[in-house]
């Protein structure tokens, strides 16, 4: 007698698979889908004074659709002068894309007002897709209220003027957080931000007679994260990436 085996025992193992194989696909994609065809591979953007061919994993908004890039790097230009970038609710004017080595310069548009500077808060960065590179080092500022008298210069620090709520307030820039510390002490009501990346490049400018607002205009550099592996794969075999938010996904090589 033949064995009577049911076809849900058939089908079972290559459901399981199906699911598998499915949940384990990163969302950088490479695909024929019809839709993918609008993601160019060489983008032209030109916001004030940037100027970049974009490609994945940037995209950008009003200009591409959105599934030509990782949501996190999103672009835009804003008011027709400053190519943005977001992290984490928090604007950063794009100075540099590096696609080969894979780093971003950026600077905080607080750096970017004039006559003063924005007083400088710590950036808020998603480690998971970003982390500095080895030409950032990290400094601290004290910002000093209710000073009873004036503050001495302090060989490791440096003095410059920025505004809290419209008001101007005297600040110190060092890379000894116990100078800020030591700083801070000498006002009521002084407060500190701590590790503010910054090019090591411009902070050996400040010996040189740098400003500490052209430090900060300088930006910093970030190295990015987003599946680059699987696209540079994509790339190579003459295919262009675009990302899919769908849970279950499936990849097919599409050339251009």
Known sequence: MQPNFSRSFFLFPLILFLF???HRLPRSLCLDDYQYSNCSSHFDFKCGNFASGIRYPFWVDGQQPEYCGHPS???YCLEGEHAIIEFKSRKYEVLHIDYESQFLKIVTMEALQEPDIVCPQSPLMDG???NYTSNVKMVAFTVTYDCSSLISDHPESYNFSCTV???VHQAYLTANISVAN???RKCENSYITRDFPVLLGELEGLVNGSFVEEVLRGGFEVRWRADDELCQKCNRSGGTCGYNREP????RHIKN
Do not use: G, H, T, Y
Not at 248 to 251: H, Q, V, Y
């Open 165 to 167: 709520a419209d008001k």
């Open 73 to 75: 790097f999103k672009l």
């Open 128 to 130: 998971n897709l970003f």
């Open 20 to 22: 598998l194989f499915s």
């Open 248 to 251: 279950l996904i499936r990849i």
């Open 182 to 184: 030591e700083l801070q």
